[in-house]
């Protein structure tokens, strides 16, 4: 299955090239990677752009993995029926690279949030409520969209991982472990995606939202 997971990859990657937020603002001829923070995706959307183009944004990126996962899965449902699971993660995990990394863009794209929302709904939606509630209600409370993203991420690996371990995730024994780490990797790549808003946050500089810009 080494070939598959390869195959998935791609197929993510493919589909995590669709910059949304990139495209949107090409529209009306403004470069998102010149404005605020220079990131291409939703939350700077939403600074440079407005709430219309920040909801767009983010619908389009969950979408886009949404879509990756499931031509994955209908590739090689019947090849590899106890595998598929696993191989659906990989396409997300493949369309969050494409989205952080995008060739054309010089690899400058987004920091995979959304994207790892969208796998997160189409792989294990079970863990959505708990994850995608803290990020709602943290970004609401904090203003810090970061502090939210950084939760949020943390706790989709923390529920997985408890969820497989109880039996609830329908992922088969013998790919498990990988299912863990893949998901790990997932969540450490979105944190480390935030580094520099980590450090803000410590030293207490991290802008609000609502900020046109970050310092």
């Not at 997985?160 to 790919?175: D, E, Q, R, T, W």
Request: net charge positive; hydrophobic share 45%.
């Amino acid at each position: 299955m080494i070939l598959a997971r390869l195959i998935s990859i791609l197929i993510g990657y493919l589909f995590g090239l669709f910059e949304t937020g990139y495209f949107y603002g090409k529209m009306y001829g403004i470069d998102i990677r010149k404005q605020g923070s220079g990131n291409s995706g939703a939350t700077n959307t939403l600074r440079t752009l407005g709430k219309k183009a920040g909801i767009i944004t983010c619908l389009g990126d969950i979408l886009k993995t949404v879509l990756a996962v499931i031509v994955a899965r209908a590739i090689f449902k019947d090849r590899y029926p106890d595998g598929v699971m696993l191989l659906g993660l990989y396409a997300g995990f493949g369309a969050v690279l494409g989205h952080n990394f995008p060739f054309y863009l010089k690899f400058k794209g987004g920091k995979g949030v959304a994207c790892t929302g969208g796998t997160v709904l189409a792989v294990f939606p079970i863990v959505a409520p708990v994850s995608m509630g803290l990020f709602l209600i943290i970004s609401a409370t904090t203003k810090y969209v970061s502090l939210g993203s950084i939760v949020g991420l943390a706790t989709v690996f923390l529920q997985v991982f408890i969820f497989g371990k109880c039996g609830i995730l329908s992922v088969p024994a013998s790919y498990a472990t990988e299912f863990y780490i893949m998901t790990f990797c997932f969540t450490a790549l979105g944190i480390w995606q935030h580094r520099s808003n980590i450090k803000r946050l410590l030293n207490g500089t991290e802008n609000k939202l609502g900020a046109k810009k970050e310092k």
